[in-house]
T-cell receptor, first 114, second 114 residues
């Protein structure tokens, strides 16, 4: 079945450090890929997305590139801030007869310290 | 503003009681979803509905029930048959057009069984 694997956390960084959170996927079709962010006690917010190979999603300084050859969608940010502390989820979706169902990774907690 | 509301934010239940979680959206989306989130795990799909008066089981439907009598509303009932109901529950919706690749999430309900 479809699955998403992302690096375990927590990831602890100093402010202004470079961030990479790895995400790889397995899918039977041609999925769309997403990164969602969850702040403490809240729901999920879409951070960025990519719908086809070589697409780069970007938002708020975060970027991820859809790499079909390596089945990856790694999240990067050049300089993190304390306000980026949250849990980040990688996800895929396949539009099928069963609708748009998301498959999530287990989430990676990011802690950014001064 | 368009969005998804879930109520209540916190819910406490005694063992053996059924409880219903509310989810309302004013995004005019056809599809709605319920997910369960446990600590250190990704989101798991409980039920989803692609259209009014129709719904399907997700990956962990046992012990849960839903209804979809109106497009705007998709309540989830956690029954006494659910053996481990303490979790964070998230509702989401999915539209078409420009939104067709994104699921929008509500703020969640944290259910605790006492």
């Amino acid at each position: 079945g479809d699955s998403v694997t992302q690096m375990e956390g927590p990831v602890t960084l100093s402010e202004e450090a470079f961030l990479t959170i790895n995400c790889t996927y397995t899918a039977t079709g041609y999925p769309s890929l997403f990164w969602y962010v969850q702040y403490p006690g809240e729901g999920l917010q879409l951070l960025l997305k990519a719908t086809k190979a070589d697409d780069k999603g970007s938002n708020k300084g975060f970027e991820a590139t859809y790499r079909k050859e390596t089945t990856s969608f790694h999240l990067e940010k050049g300089s993190v801030q304390v306000s980026d502390s949250a849990v980040y989820f990688c996800a895929l979706s396949l539009l099928t007869g069963g609708g748009n169902k998301l498959t999530f990774g287990t989430g990676t907690q990011l802690k950014v310290e001064l | 503003d368009g969005g998804i509301t879930q109520s209540p934010k916190y819910l406490f239940r005694k063992e053996g009681q059924n409880v219903t979680l509310s989810c309302e959206q004013n995004l005019n989306h056809d599809a709605m979803y319920w997910y369960r989130q446990d600590p250190g795990q990704g989101l798991r799909l409980i039920y989803y509905s692609q259209i009014v008066n129709d719904f399907q089981k997700g990956d962990i439907a046992e012990g849960y029930s839903v209804s979809r009598e109106k497009k705007e509303s998709f309540p989830l009932t956690v029954t006494s048959a659910q053996k481990n109901p303490t979790a964070f529950y998230l509702c989401a919706s999915f539209g078409a057009g420009l939104d067709r690749f994104e699921q929008f999430f509500g703020p969640g309900t944290r259910l605790t069984v006492l």
